[in-house]
Every structure is written in C-alpha cells, then in structure tokens.
C-alpha cells in the first residue's frame, strides 16, 4: 500500500494517475490525499518528467472530460474513485464502464459531474458585478463581484464570464480563488474574504424595481423559487431582499384584483389602422 | 416621468408573458469587441420570482398605451392603468446597465400596439438596432412582432433578434373573436408561416458548403396561448399547438393559465382556471414533443379534458393497462419511452447499459428512477409484476395523491406538490 498526496487539481491527479497506472499499480495499493497540511508530500512534477512515453494507455476521452469535472468536486473520496474507474476502463477491461449509469463507480463520478455542473451553471446565474470604476487610460468600465461556490469551480466558470464580459474589466472574487479579465488576458490569484468585494452598486434599486413588478403577485409558487434559487445565495443577491416582502402582500393585492369593479368595453377610438382591421376581420369572417 | 416609474409600469405590464427561455440561440460572443454579450449556451435563469417564473431577460413593453381590446390583457384600450412610454435609448439603456451587472442575459421586448402594425414594429426594432450596431451587444434579444406587420420590418426584426415571437392566444377564432375582436388565427398563423420560411431559409443556406452567407435572421420562434379564459378544451389547445409544431416548427408554445389582473373587464370569467391545468398542458405538450405521442392518444374527442390528478403518461398507461407490463431488458425504446416515470434521459442510459447486462431492480434503484410508480409496468430480470389485471379504479387509486389533500379541494383538483411545481417549468416527465 502506498500513499499519494495530490495538489486538489485535476492536473495534479492525472499526473500521479498516470504515473500509477505505468506501473499497472492496483487502485486497491493506493491510498490517496489532498490533504493541505501534507503539502510537503505532494507528488512533484518530476514524476511526470519521469514518465516512460511509450507506455501511453488509451483512455476514452469522454473519461478525461467527466474525470476533470469531478476532480472540482469537494469529495476527498473522488481522486481514489476516479483512479479506480480509470483503472477498470483501461487494464481492467472494462472498456464500455462509461455505458453503464447502473455502474456504482460511474453513478458516483456522474453524481460528482452533476454536482460541479450545477454549482457552475449557478455561478453563471448569481453573480453579481457592482461597477466601481472606470480605468482612466482604457475608459473600460470595472467591475467586481463576490461568490461563494461550493467546489473549486472557478477555472471550470470563468470562460463563460470571458466571452460574456469581454468588453469591460472584472473580477470575481472567492473565498478559495480570484479571477481578473482586463481584455486581454484572464489571471488567477488567491483567495480573499467577503469584505474585499463592493456589496452595492447604484444600479441595484432599478433592479429591484424591475423584480418587484415583473412577479405577479396571482401565482405564487414559493418552493419553485426556492428550488431553482435556494436560500444560500440570496445574502449575494441584490433583490432577494424583497422576498418575504411580496410574497406577504400577494394575497391582498389578488383579493383587491378580484374586489375591483369590472370596466365595460370600451368603444374604438377613430384610428385608420384600427377600422382597416375590423374591415380584414369582416371579410375573413365566414 | 422618471425611469424608475417607467420600469414600474411597462415591467408590470409585460409580466403576463411566460415566455422567458434564452436558450436555442446562434453561438456568439463579445471577444474581439467593445461590446458585452454572448447567446448559443443553454439558458441561465439569473433569478426567480416567488411565482416560481425565472428571471433571464429584461421583459419590458415599449409602451402600454394599445389600440386593441383584448380582455385578458391589463394593457387593453378599455384598461384604466397608467400609460407609459420608453424612450428607444432608455431600453437599450436598461439592457445594457443590467446586462453588464449580470442580472439578465437579454432582452424580451414588446409593445401595445400604437398608432399602427408598422409603426409599433418599427419602434421596437429601433431599440434592437441601436443594441446590435451601436453598442455591439452580442445578448440574447427576442422581439414580439405583430402579425398584421409588414413582411420587410418582419425580416428586420428578425435580423437582429434570436427570436421572434407572436402570440396565438386563443386556439380558436371563435374564442379571439369574444376576447380579442381585433385579433385573428389565419393572419397570425400565415405570419407564422413566412416567419417559418425565413427560419428555413438560415438553415438552408447554413448547410450548403459554397453558399454566401445566409441573411441573418432569427434562430426560433414561439407563441403563448392562454388557458381557461375562454371554453376550449385541452384537446383543442393541444390540437392547436400541435399544428403550430409541425406546420410551423415553433420552438415552444407556452401555455398561460390566466389569472386575476387589476382592471379587470366584464367580458372575463371570473374564476381563474387551477394553475394544475396548465402543468399539465405543459406535460402534455412534452409527451407530443419528445416522446412521440399523438394528441389523440392524450386528448381524446371523448374524452377531451387532461385527467388534473394524473400526469397525462400515467393516464395514457393506465388506459392502455393490456400494454404492459414492459421488458426494460428488450423493449424498444419507442416502448421505453411509454413507460410511465421514464424519462427521456433514463431511458437512453438504460438502452445504453442493457447492452452489457440484464437490468435487474437494483440498477433502477441506482438511476434513482421513482420505483413506485415504476414497479407495475415493468419487466426486469428480477422481477415480473402480474398482468396490470386490477381493476381500473384501484390501480388509479394507487397513483392519487394523499386523500388529505383530495378533503382539502373537495371539489378543486388536489393541490400541486412540490414536485409538480419542480417540473412545472421544463414540463419534464
Ligand atoms: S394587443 Fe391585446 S394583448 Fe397586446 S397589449 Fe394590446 S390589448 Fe394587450
């Protein structure tokens, strides 16, 4: 049994992933860790330089697509799981493994996937840039905004932000990682703590605006919200303050619709377009 | 007038809508540009009001002064709301300020019809040209257009939009002519029709390796129709967007329970229909679409109304109990996909593992398919329930919700569950 210690990346994984499985080494000899406070062991990139070319294994590359989705995932059960599916679709034999949703280990790495893909998908949805200025040589807007992922997303996220916002600077900042775009290339830094990010913007009350007359107040369906938007992103969220707030009123502004005196019809005014058209509707009528 | 009351109004007067998807649109982005922007991923909800909508586009009219009567609509002539009007560059505005701060992924715009067809088109179009070639926005951007339009603005609007759309609102002209005298099926669906072949010719063109490049246009088009404000039965609603599918390829076809607004009119019914309705419409229309059903199979002349208890697959099953029990292990997939509580996602993954071994209950489990439901329609290796010989009304039984729930709306449909609302959007089976 021998103990590998990985940076929590899926670059850092393959890398030792691929060295393992030169020496045909047994998932089950392996125990694996990403454990910061053993950094000092973390397996250096000399293993990799080390790595004998010919002894290249094929590995379908749907694996390689799922496996770098998964490794985002906070599970410290993930870099031994996705060593073993690799090791069952390749020395295993078990070529068709990516077929079979039914398969334990495929369920579980597919579980990963979904899990990394949502909290992505919400990261696309909830950030929020505030403006806080404008570069004085580039006159490019800046913005920045806060978030708080449940896995190490960022890198797997911020493409999206690239093609989006290209024409402005921004940054996002996490709790683990940041990333920057000034229009010309994106970079990573360090983490930081909420207090580094602006928690307003002046366009936020317009905004809120908007929110509170776009719900209607006839249909309200609480757990589909809360479904789609549960309750930990809503500190972020400029218009989750209104809430509590329109769900409370909605019953007596429907009770004040359905009280309302009904209007008669009303008769056409004198318009051109308006008496062409009830001349079309004449004629069409059979 | 300031903005903020603007947006008050024409934001309240564009709620009535559904219509909120931004997905399905050409791949473009905003690198290389000084423009923001990018359309062709699958749709992002950036919020969720508490009636459960989502929140992807700044839905706005242009104005909510109308010509037209339509007596369901808040904004109609005989309305006494407050009318307001934007300015072209006070949407493009709004779009841009909310776009750049990740509220929204673009712009549903509409408008009361003012003046004339051409003119009202020709206002909104202004705002869509200012965003595309002025400002560069590569956003998602859909127009509503107006049937009785010109087929040159048509082509415009649909240059610089992703998607257009015109309501059908009613599926028959019998109920238009009651609620929306000035409006009319035959002119919307042949509008529909020219819409249609411009969509086409994109494609077309699209496909043939030398061809200059085809005139850009509009990747879809949809429709809303709304539900229980007039008698049409769900046969006739499903009958209607059927047609709209197949003869005009539309992209979706929304479905709108009507409910209360203020400024109500006399001509309305006064009880809006059980919003049940419409998610079942919604699953209704999911079966036609992706799972190759017919209406009749789910709407039946005799039988013309959705069961509101039931989702209509388990209905269909249970009234065609001879068909069943079905082998997961060899089934077609045409077979799968009748099965109720199989969805189309699970069914490729069972196809896929059958391939490699005999499916038996623990595999379903792991897909973490709903087992009860399930359980009486299907073969596996393990298990083999009788004939489905119960008798109708037990086996029915089986599938109600809760009997709390029936006391509680004696004599209303049982009171959606969470999960009803969970799908409610997707429609998802
Ligand atoms: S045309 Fe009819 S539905 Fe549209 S805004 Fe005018 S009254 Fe409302």
């Given at each position: 049994?021998?103990?590998?210690?990985?940076?929590?990346?899926?670059e850092?994984?393959?890398?030792?992933?691929?060295?393992?499985?030169?020496?045909?080494?047994?998932?089950?000899?392996?125990?694996?860790?990403?454990?910061?406070?053993?950094?000092?062991?973390?397996?250096?990139?000399?293993?990799?330089?080390?790595?004998?070319?010919?002894?290249?294994?094929?590995v379908?590359?749907?694996?390689?697509?799922?496996?770098?989705?998964?490794?985002?995932?906070?599970?410290?059960?993930?870099?031994?799981?996705?060593?073993?599916?690799?090791?069952?679709?390749?020395?295993?034999?078990?070529?068709?493994?990516?077929?079979?949703?039914?398969?334990?280990?495929?369920?579980?790495?597919?579980?990963?996937?979904?899990?990394?893909?949502r909290?992505?998908?919400?990261?696309?949805?909830?950030?929020?840039?505030?403006?806080?200025?404008?570069?004085?040589?580039?006159?490019?807007?800046?913005?920045?905004?806060?978030?708080e992922?449940?896995?190490?997303i960022?890198?797997?996220?911020?493409?999206?932000?690239?093609?989006r916002?290209?024409?402005?600077?921004?940054?996002?900042?996490?709790p683990?990682?940041?990333?920057?775009?000034?229009g010309?290339?994106?970079?990573?830094?360090?983490?930081?703590a909420c207090?580094?990010?602006?928690?307003?913007?002046?366009?936020?009350?317009?905004?809120?605006?908007?929110?509170?007359?776009i719900?209607?107040?006839?249909?309200?369906?609480?757990?589909?919200?809360?479904?789609?938007?549960?309750?930990?992103?809503?500190?972020?969220?400029?218009?989750?303050?209104?809430?509590?707030?329109?769900?409370?009123?909605?019953?007596?502004r429907?009770?004040?619709?359905?009280?309302?005196?009904?209007?008669?019809?009303?008769?056409?005014?004198?318009?051109?377009?308006?008496?062409?058209l009830?001349?079309?509707?004449?004629?069409?009528?059979? | 007038?300031?903005?903020?009351?603007?947006?008050?109004?024409?934001?309240?007067?564009a709620?009535?809508?559904a219509?909120?998807?931004?997905?399905?649109?050409?791949?473009?982005?905003?690198?290389?540009?000084?423009?923001?922007?990018?359309?062709?991923?699958?749709?992002?909800?950036?919020?969720?009001?508490?009636?459960?909508?989502?929140?992807?586009?700044?839905?706005?009219?242009?104005?909510?002064a109308?010509?037209?009567?339509?007596?369901?609509c808040?904004?109609?002539?005989?309305?006494?709301?407050?009318?307001?009007?934007?300015?072209?560059?006070?949407?493009?505005?709004?779009?841009?300020?909310?776009?750049?701060?990740?509220?929204?992924e673009?712009?549903?715009?509409?408008?009361g019809?003012?003046?004339?067809?051409?003119?009202?088109?020709?206002?909104?179009?202004?705002?869509?040209?200012?965003?595309?070639?002025?400002h560069?926005?590569?956003?998602?951007?859909?127009?509503?257009?107006?049937?009785?339009?010109?087929?040159?603005?048509?082509?415009?609007?649909?240059?610089y939009a992703?998607?257009?759309?015109?309501?059908?609102?009613?599926?028959?002209q019998?109920?238009?002519?009651?609620?929306?005298?000035?409006?009319?099926?035959?002119?919307?669906?042949?509008?529909?029709?020219?819409?249609?072949?411009?969509?086409?010719?994109?494609?077309?063109e699209?496909?043939?390796?030398?061809?200059?490049?085809?005139?850009?246009?509009?990747?879809g088009?949809?429709?809303?129709?709304?539900?229980?404000a007039?008698?049409?039965?769900?046969?006739?609603?499903?009958?209607?967007?059927?047609?709209l599918y197949?003869?005009?390829?539309?992209?979706r076809?929304y479905?709108s329970?009507?409910?209360?607004?203020?400024?109500?009119?006399?001509?309305?019914?006064?009880?809006?229909?059980?919003?049940?309705?419409?998610?079942?419409?919604?699953?209704?229309d999911?079966?036609?679409?992706?799972y190759?059903?017919?209406?009749?199979?789910?709407?039946?002349?005799?039988?013309?109304?959705?069961?509101?208890?039931?989702?209509?697959?388990?209905?269909?099953?249970?009234?065609?109990?001879?068909?069943?029990?079905?082998?997961?292990n060899?089934?077609?997939?045409?077979m799968?996909?009748?099965i109720p509580?199989?969805?189309?996602?699970?069914?490729?993954?069972?196809?896929?593992?059958?391939?490699?071994?005999?499916?038996?209950?623990?595999?379903?489990?792991?897909l973490r398919?709903?087992m009860?439901?399930?359980?009486?329609?299907?073969i596996?290796?393990?298990?083999?329930?009788?004939?489905?010989?119960?008798?109708?009304?037990?086996l029915?039984?089986?599938?109600?919700?809760?009997?709390?729930?029936?006391?509680?709306?004696?004599?209303?449909?049982?009171?959606?569950?969470?999960?009803?609302?969970?799908?409610?959007?997707?429609?998802e089976?």
């Amino acid at each position: 049994m021998r103990t590998i210690v990985v940076k929590p990346e899926y670059e850092a994984w393959r890398a030792a992933a691929r060295h393992l499985l030169a020496q045909r080494v047994m998932p089950d000899e392996v125990l694996w860790s990403d454990d910061p406070q053993e950094a000092s062991l973390f397996v250096g990139e000399d293993l990799l330089a080390k790595q004998p070319a010919s002894e290249a294994i094929k590995v379908p590359s749907a694996f390689m697509d799922m496996a770098k989705s998964a490794a985002a995932h906070t599970d410290s059960k993930r870099w031994a799981l996705l060593y073993r599916v690799l090791w069952r679709l390749t020395l295993g034999g078990e070529r068709y493994l990516l077929s079979m949703a039914t398969d334990r280990d495929v369920r579980q790495m597919q579980d990963w996937c979904k899990a990394v893909g949502r909290d992505i998908h919400k990261m696309h949805a909830f950030v929020r840039f505030r403006l806080v200025g404008v570069d004085a040589v580039t006159g490019r807007e800046q913005f920045v905004a806060w978030f708080e992922p449940d896995h190490r997303i960022v890198r797997l996220a911020v493409p999206f932000f690239e093609k989006r916002f290209a024409g402005m600077d921004w940054s996002i900042l996490t709790p683990y990682e940041c990333a920057h775009w000034d229009g010309k290339r994106l970079h990573f830094t360090e983490g930081v703590a909420c207090s580094s990010a602006p928690d307003e913007d002046a366009l936020d009350d317009l905004w809120r605006t908007y929110y509170r007359n776009i719900f209607n107040p006839a249909r309200v369906k609480i757990s589909a919200m809360q479904s789609e938007m549960p309750k930990k992103y809503w500190k972020n969220l400029p218009e989750a303050p209104l809430i509590a707030g329109l769900i409370a009123e909605s019953a007596e502004r429907v009770q004040g619709m359905l009280a309302k005196e009904e209007r008669p019809a009303k008769p056409a005014p004198k318009n051109a377009y308006l008496e062409s058209l009830h001349r079309m509707n004449q004629d069409e009528a059979p | 007038m300031n903005i903020t009351r603007k947006l008050e109004i024409l934001a309240d007067a564009a709620k009535y809508d559904a219509s909120c998807a931004s997905s399905g649109a050409a791949r473009k982005d905003s690198r290389g540009s000084t423009g923001v922007g990018s359309t062709g991923g699958s749709g992002i909800c950036h919020s969720y009001t508490p009636d459960g909508r989502c929140v992807s586009l700044l839905k706005v009219l242009m104005t909510n002064a109308c010509l037209y009567d339509c007596h369901y609509c808040i904004n109609r002539r005989s309305s006494n709301v407050i009318r307001a009007r934007f300015t072209p560059d006070e949407v493009v505005q709004l779009t841009l300020d909310f776009y750049k701060r990740n509220y929204i992924e673009g712009l549903f715009l509409s408008s009361g019809i003012i003046r004339s067809a051409d003119h009202t088109m020709e206002l909104v179009i202004e705002v869509a040209r200012k965003l595309r070639e002025e400002h560069h926005f590569r956003g998602y951007i859909h127009l509503k257009t107006i049937p009785e339009a010109s087929q040159a603005l048509i082509a415009k609007a649909g240059r610089y939009a992703d998607r257009i759309s015109i309501n059908v609102e009613m599926p028959t002209q019998q109920g238009l002519n009651t609620l929306a005298p000035e409006k009319n099926l035959a002119r919307t669906e042949e509008a529909m029709g020219h819409i249609r072949e411009k969509i086409d010719e994109r494609y077309a063109e699209k496909r043939k390796p030398e061809a200059p490049k085809p005139p850009p246009f509009a990747t879809g088009q949809s429709t809303q129709m709304l539900v229980g404000a007039d008698a049409s039965t769900d046969a006739v609603i499903l009958g209607c967007a059927n047609k709209l599918y197949t003869a005009h390829r539309l992209k979706r076809v929304y479905y709108s329970a009507f409910s209360p607004i203020p400024e109500p009119s006399v001509i309305l019914p006064l009880k809006a229909p059980p919003l049940i309705r419409e998610h079942r419409l919604y699953q209704a229309d999911w079966l036609l679409r992706f799972y190759d059903f017919k209406v009749e199979e789910i709407a039946s002349a005799a039988a013309p109304n959705l069961d509101l208890a039931l989702d209509p697959k388990l209905a269909w099953a249970l009234r065609n109990r001879e068909t069943f029990p079905v082998d997961v292990n060899k089934a077609p997939r045409e077979m799968l996909l009748r099965i109720p509580g199989l969805g189309v996602r699970n069914v490729e993954r069972i196809v896929s593992a059958r391939r490699y071994t005999r499916l038996r209950l623990a595999d379903l489990i792991r897909l973490r398919l709903q087992m009860k439901k399930l359980l009486p329609f299907i073969i596996t290796a393990d298990h083999h329930p009788a004939k489905l010989g119960l008798d109708s009304d037990s086996l029915r039984a089986r599938f109600l919700p809760p009997p709390e729930q029936l006391e509680l709306n004696f004599d209303a449909p049982p009171a959606p569950v969470a999960s009803d609302f969970l799908s409610v959007r997707s429609g998802e089976l």
